[in-house]
């Protein structure tokens, strides 16, 4: 998915998302430590930038970053997340990928 992500555009920023973020959407907390899971996506061949995710698809990162795309799990597909849906406003592309 982080591949497919790079080729869509000409930088890779990955949103790592806190323990406690994935423990309110999940219910469990993760397997992987968050300092862990940045340090794998600040390793990653493709990443440019690993910026750290408070909640889902924060508007706030996506204005900072100029983003033109987002990338997200297809499990996401038909969840509104309000993230995305501003992207969409603002003529961005919303790529699902499983």
């Known amino acids: ?16 998302s806190t323990d406690e973020l994935i423990e ?4 469990m907390k993760p397997i992987i430590p968050f300092e862990e899971r ?5 390793a990653l061949r493709w990443t440019d930038e690993v910026v750290i995710q408070h909640q889902l698809v924060p508007i706030p990162i996506l204005q900072e ?9 297809d499990d996401w597909t038909g969840k509104h997340l309000d ?4 992207m969409k406003s603002q003529g961005g592309d919303v790529v699902y990928l499983g």
């Open 38 to 42: 940045l340090d794998l996506g600040r």
């Open 83 to 86: 993230g995305l849906e501003w």
């Open 65 to 73: 970053y100029e983003v033109s795309v987002v990338t997200i799990g």
């Open 24 to 27: 309110a959407y999940k219910g």
């Open 1 to 16: 998915m982080i591949r497919r992500s790079r080729e869509l555009g000409d930088r890779l920023i990955v949103g790592v």
